[in-house]
């Protein structure tokens, strides 16, 4: 093989293997999972505010009477994140209403009927997949 038969072939096999390591770059890239800002199940919440608190212990060096008090403070936030929430909801309740009923006036009576079943559909999906709201560490 000549110099410039060899030098052909290295260059066949380094733009093949450039093309290998670019494609499982960008496959992987493609199909790397994304970051959902979903909220916490409680018990996920519990364990995170579970390890919260130790790593303050560690970390930090909190006391017990610190973390007494933080402790109460994570109780207090709990809470008005609940009342937030329970406050805001009869206006996003409105709110699904409205939408609902201008949807409503689009739609043909068969296909109002279709957009029930398709609500109560959905409705159910994410009632399985709903979870509680954060209600801080």
């Known amino acids: 093989m000549s110099r410039s038969q060899s030098s052909l072939f290295f260059s066949l ?18 199909t790397a999972k ?6 916490l199940p409680q018990a996920n919440a519990d364990k995170f ?3 919260f608190v130790e790593d303050m212990r ?9 973390v007494g008090r933080m402790n109460t403070v994570l109780d207090q ?9 329970d406050k805001m909801k009869p206006d996003m309740d409105r709110i699904k209403t409205e939408q609902i009923e201008r949807i409503n006036a689009i739609l043909s009576p068969e ?5 029930q079943q398709l609500r109560a559909e959905r409705e159910e999906k994410s009632k399985q997949n709903r979870r509680p709201a954060p209600g801080g560490i």
């Open 77 to 85: 936030t709990r809470l008005q994140y609940k009342q937030v929430r």
């Open 34 to 39: 994304t970051v959902n800002a979903v909220t």
């Open 49 to 51: 505010r579970k390890e």
């Open 13 to 30: 096999v380094l733009v093949f293997a450039s093309g290998i390591a670019v494609g499982t770059v960008g496959h992987y890239l493609y």
């Open 111 to 115: 296909q109002q009927k279709l957009y």
């Open 58 to 66: 560690k970390r930090v060096g909190s006391t017990d009477d610190q």
